[in-house]
C-alpha cells in the first residue's frame, strides 16, 4: 500500500520561506510522477507543481518562487516556498501516480500539511 507523508507546513510571515517534504512508502517507483497541489479556504484544490521523468512544471501563480526537486535515491520529493504571500495560505498535499497531463493529479494523496502566510 502506498502513502504519501507531508512534513514541513507552518506559520510563516509575508515574504519569508518554507520547505515541504514528502516521502513515500510502500511499492512506489522511483519514477512515477510527484508534484504537490494545494487547497485554499472556500476554494477547489489547484495544481502547484509537478515532477514528471525529469522534467519539472509550475503553476504560474508560483513561478519564480517556489522550486519543486526530487531526490530519486529516496523517491522524496521537495517545494522549497520563497518569497510567500498571503493568498499561498492552503492545504497543501503531496500528490503521486501516473496522470493524463502535468497539471492533473495522480492517483496517491498524502493526508495535506498546513501552509499559514500572515500579512
Known amino acids: 500500500q502506498v502513502q504519501l507523508r507531508e512534513s514541513g507546513g507552518g506559520l510563516v510571515q509575508a515574504g519569508g520561506s518554507l520547505r515541504l517534504s514528502c516521502a513515500p512508502s510502500?511499492?512506489?517507483?522511483?519514477?512515477?510522477?510527484m508534484g504537490w497541489f494545494r487547497q485554499a479556504p472556500g476554494k477547489e484544490r489547484e495544481f502547484v507543481a509537478t515532477?514528471?521523468?525529469?522534467?519539472?512544471y509550475h503553476a504560474d501563480s508560483v513561478k519564480g518562487r517556489f522550486t519543486i526537486t526530487r531526490d530519486n535515491g529516496k523517491a522524496s520529493v521537495y517545494l522549497q516556498m520563497n518569497n510567500l504571500r498571503p493568498e499561498d495560505t492552503a492545504v497543501y498535499y503531496c500528490?503521486?501516480?501516473?496522470?493524463?497531463?502535468?497539471?492533473?493529479?495522480?492517483?496517491?494523496w498524502g493526508q495535506g500539511t498546513q501552509v499559514t502566510v500572515s500579512s
Open positions: 510502500g511499492l512506489f517507483p522511483f519514477n512515477m510522477p
Open positions: 500528490n503521486g501516480g501516473h496522470s493524463t497531463t502535468y497539471d492533473h493529479p495522480g492517483s496517491y
Open positions: 515532477i514528471r521523468f525529469s522534467d519539472a
